[in-house]
């Protein structure tokens, strides 16, 4: 007994230390990670929150920029002069000096931000002699760029010294896309000199269309953050409008966000003196772990004796089970894992027992049976003998037709009694002829059966009686209960690796009522108790659950029918089952 406990206790060692010791060394930092994690999350909202502030306080100063060219576009002389109803000079001053002139100014007055105000037209008299008006051919853009003009797009100015960028916007109405005029509002920095300067230990940097146009207080170590992050802050900041990035080794905050739709993005990099960056959160959690860890050790030494015991004792009784009759444990029973452990093996004691005693009972059962089976193989040989000596008699007193169905009748017989559920399929198309040949002499001139059968060797085989069946149910439900002539058709093909049993006929048929309810029954079996005896389909049922038993989903069973028309049912079975 000593022994055994000594085993346990090593394996109990062992799940100590890799289920309680380990984890809870690892409890200090999962505390740690969780409350830096909170501290983090608030930080980083409120950081959020700040920049969204920030990124409305902008995108209000570049929207400004929409709005004076809407301005610009509503200037009806403006517009008059750009689509050329102005042609000569005095014209042309005249509406400039009158609304133009006074409008520019007024622009210029309300936006400081905007350096210069550049109207190119397509008159080439109102460029030349007006000041802010150029031709078109001077436009500082691409052929490519004129698609968005449409919309209007922001460009970094690359043809000063200056920094500084422009929106660009054509005189047009959509879907139309040629432009009497194009309007280009140059910006200064002055906005985002105001917005650097209100954090004057930020560094700010801005990019347009990806391009840096802009920074402010850039230093060394700020410039090696941003080659680090700059990748993912530019890339990434195309599906993400606002983007915070702590950098616990660098010690600083890097965040970013985009105004109109992603063409701008405002990166800003915050050195962070340790407010979220502290180590001492993790020895206070380290000292509760230290202290969790001797606490759980003490109870856990000094309930683990208890349970050992009782495992021992189980163990020792299990031990002594050398017999076919199991006998429950009759020790005592914790409230615990290890009282329902003994709890089970009782359960489990008294149902093998009772499974010995059924199995004990099956095969006294078993023998029963096979007994009666030798005695019922007796049964087939006193018809056969009778048979034989009716045919006998027939021939005697010259009776044929009573001979040959006697005789006909008794080859179906020994093929019905035989213990073969796998025939060649040949056999199967004999039986059913000789089945056929009966009901020849029994109707006379009542049908007509039209044979089309394939060549077929002995290994393609077939469960008994699937022809068979198919044929009888028609005689049984079509030829015997109507006075027309019935046409029958019974054919065997080969289809690839498939072989297909069809058999159609003339007659009454089914009603579409009775065929879709033989449907429902071949799906559903459990519902053909409740059917009536008359015309309940037992032999249809009977074709397809045997082609189940034998070939599983493997087969095809069908049965279509057109009343008072044709009835046709098909049987599909895969040569490879066939095989088995």
């Given at each position: 007994m000593f022994s055994k406990v000594t085993k346990l206790q090593t394996r109990f060692f062992i799940c100590y230390i890799l289920a309680i010791f380990i984890p809870i060394m690892f409890l200090s930092s999962m505390i740690y990670y969780y409350h830096n994690d909170?501290?983090?999350?608030?930080?980083?909202?409120?950081?959020?929150?700040?920049?969204?502030?920030?990124?409305?306080?902008?995108?209000?100063?570049?929207?400004?920029?929409?709005?004076?060219?809407?301005?610009?576009?509503?200037?009806?002389?403006?517009?008059?002069?750009?689509?050329?109803?102005?042609?000569?000079?005095?014209?042309?001053?005249?509406?400039?000096?009158?609304?133009?002139?006074?409008?520019?100014?007024?622009?210029?007055?309300?936006?400081?931000?905007?350096?210069?105000?550049?109207i190119y037209a397509e008159n080439r008299k109102a460029a030349e002699i007006l000041r802010f008006f150029e031709t078109v051919d001077s436009i500082p853009l691409g052929s490519d760029s004129y698609s968005g003009l449409i919309d209007g797009f922001w460009s970094v100015d690359t043809d000063g010294e200056a920094t500084g960028f422009s929106f660009y916007k054509g005189f047009t109405n959509p879907p139309m896309t040629v432009f009497p005029g194009i309007a280009r509002l140059n910006y200064n920095s002055n906005i985002f000199d105001s917005y650097a300067q209100e954090n004057p230990d930020t560094a700010v940097y801005v990019y347009l269309n990806g391009k840096l146009m802009y920074e402010y207080n850039v230093s060394e170590e700020t410039t090696l953050c941003m080659e680090d992050y700059e990748k993912q802050l530019i890339c990434g900041m195309r599906k993400e409008t606002v983007m915070i990035i702590p950098d616990a080794q660098k010690r600083c905050i890097l965040s970013s966000f985009t105004l109109n739709d992603g063409v701008f993005q405002v990166v800003k990099i915050t050195p962070e003196?340790?407010?979220?960056?502290?180590?001492?959160?993790?020895?206070?959690?380290?000292?509760?772990?230290?202290?969790?860890?001797?606490?759980?050790?003490?109870?856990?030494?000094?309930?683990?004796?208890?349970?050992?015991?009782?495992?021992?004792?189980?163990?020792?009784?299990?031990?002594?089970?050398?017999?076919?009759?199991?006998?429950?444990?009759?020790?005592?029973?914790?409230?615990?894992?290890?009282?329902?452990?003994?709890?089970?093996?009782?359960?489990?004691?008294?149902?093998?027992?009772?499974?010995?005693?059924?199995?004990?009972?099956?095969?006294?059962?078993?023998?029963?049976?096979?007994?009666?089976?030798?005695?019922?193989?007796?049964?087939?040989?006193?018809?056969?003998?009778?048979?034989?000596?009716?045919?006998?008699?027939?021939?005697?007193?010259?009776?044929?037709?009573?001979?040959?169905?006697?005789?006909?009748?008794?080859?179906?017989?020994?093929?019905?009694?035989?213990?073969?559920?796998?025939?060649?399929?040949?056999?199967?198309?004999?039986?059913?002829?000789?089945?056929?040949?009966?009901?020849?002499?029994?109707?006379?001139?009542?049908?007509?059966?039209?044979?089309?059968?394939?060549?077929?060797?002995?290994?393609?085989?077939?469960?008994?009686?699937?022809?068979?069946?198919?044929?009888?149910?028609?005689?049984?439900?079509?030829?015997?209960?109507?006075?027309?002539?019935?046409?029958?058709?019974?054919s065997v093909t080969k289809e690839g690796e498939d072989l297909i049993f069809t058999v159609s006929n003339t007659g009454l048929g089914v009603s579409q009522g009775r065929l879709e309810e033989l449907h429902y029954l071949l799906e559903h079996p459990r519902e053909r108790d409740t059917m009536k005896s008359e015309n309940n389909g037992r032999s249809i049922f009977n074709i397809s659950d045997r082609l189940k038993l034998f070939y599983g989903e493997g087969y095809h069973f069908t049965i279509e029918s057109e009343e008072n028309v044709l009835t046709t049912c098909s049987v599909r079975i895969h040569k490879h089952f066939i095989d088995f």
């Open positions: 909170q501290r983090t999350k608030e930080y980083l909202n409120e950081k959020k929150n700040s920049l969204i502030t920030e990124q409305n306080y902008l995108m209000n100063q570049l929207d400004d920029a929409q709005i004076h060219f809407n301005q610009l576009k509503s200037n009806y002389e403006l517009q008059k002069l750009l689509r050329g109803f102005y042609s000569k000079e005095q014209e042309i001053v005249y509406a400039y000096n009158s609304q133009i002139y006074s409008l520019l100014s007024n622009i210029f007055l309300y936006d400081t931000n905007i350096s210069g105000i550049t003196p340790g407010n979220i960056f502290s180590y001492r959160p993790f020895l206070l959690s380290f000292l509760v772990s230290i202290f969790i860890l001797i606490c759980a050790s003490i109870i856990m030494f000094l309930l683990i004796f208890r349970p050992f015991k009782n495992i021992v004792r189980l163990s020792e009784h299990m031990n002594r089970q050398n017999t076919h009759t199991l006998t429950p444990y009759t020790g005592m029973l914790s409230k615990d894992e290890t009282g329902d452990l003994i709890l089970s093996f009782n359960q489990m004691t008294e149902r093998i027992n009772e499974l010995s005693s059924s199995l004990l009972n099956n095969e006294m059962q078993l023998k029963n049976a096979q007994i009666e089976a030798l005695q019922a193989q007796l049964n087939p040989h006193f018809f056969y003998g009778t048979l034989e000596s009716i045919r006998m008699i027939a021939e005697a007193s010259h009776q044929e037709l009573i001979s040959e169905i006697t005789f006909a009748f008794g080859k179906l017989m020994r093929y019905s009694l035989s213990r073969e559920y796998l025939v060649p399929v040949s056999i199967e198309i004999d039986m059913t002829q000789q089945y056929v040949s009966i009901q020849e002499k029994r109707l006379v001139s009542r049908f007509d059966v039209e044979w089309e059968l394939c060549e077929l060797d002995e290994k393609w085989r077939c469960p008994k009686f699937v022809l068979f069946s198919m044929v009888e149910n028609v005689f049984s439900h079509n030829v015997s209960k109507c006075r027309n002539f019935i046409q029958i058709s019974v």
